[in-house]
């Protein structure tokens, strides 16, 4: 669970970005992080399709900038989109100004309101700076379809153990995670439908 869900202190550092959204309302907000890239993105696309189910794709700019063919795809099947940096940047790794300067060389592709930070962190001048352009999108559940010590099956049962009302879930359009996600997303899918939950995006 320590994986899985957000700490206390991780959203108190953080109050202002959208962690979970209505607790009374039977649905779930499902996104993807760090595509597009051809060796996933159409699948999880296809899979989508099948469930008439929305999602927004985090997205990193070079991808975009390689891959612009499958940015218009997600767009143009009616999917939301948002900023994850142009080289997928770790928030504690860069000053603050040259973090702000590459999320918006992403922007200029990608052209988002919509903000996750690679790795769920960034500084607090970062946060600051970016939160008064963007609304910053956290999660209120991780998968861990990247983890090379959970199976499909195991991505999964995260899914049934932690989603509820409101819930923010975050997989990957990732070659970490696809060979997972052809098993895991159909069936999270389907169990999420199962039990009644409606398939969101973000305003």
Do not use: C
């Not at 990193?60 to 143009?76: M, S, T, W």
């Not at 352009?133 to 999660?139: E, G």
């Not at 049962?157 to 052809?182: C, M, P, Q, W």
């Amino acid at each position: 669970m320590i994986l899985e869900q957000p700490s206390f202190w991780l959203r108190w550092m953080f109050p202002k970005a959208l962690w979970r959204m209505d607790p009374n309302d039977r649905s779930v907000y499902l996104t993807f992080d760090d595509g597009p890239i051809p060796e996933a993105t159409p699948f999880i696309l296809d899979t989508l399709r099948q469930f008439d189910a929305k999602a927004t794709f985090f997205m990193v700019g070079d991808n975009v900038r390689k891959y612009p063919q499958l940015f218009r795809q997600v767009v143009e099947e009616g999917h939301q989109v948002g900023n994850h940096t142009f080289n997928h940047f770790g928030g504690l790794k860069h000053l603050a100004k040259t973090y702000v300067e590459n999320t918006e060389k992403a922007n200029a592709l990608i052209g988002a309101h919509l903000f996750r930070p690679p790795h769920g962190w960034m500084t607090q001048q970062e946060y600051h700076r970016l939160q008064r352009k963007y609304k910053i999108v956290m999660w209120d559940l991780v998968t861990r379809d990247y983890s090379n010590r959970l199976t499909a099956d195991d991505v999964v049962e995260n899914v049934k153990r932690y989603a509820r009302n409101g819930s923010i879930i975050t997989f990957h359009d990732s070659l970490k995670s696809i060979d997972k996600l052809h098993t895991a997303l159909p069936a999270s899918l389907q169990w999420l439908r199962d039990q009644g939950y409606a398939f969101k995006v973000f305003e």
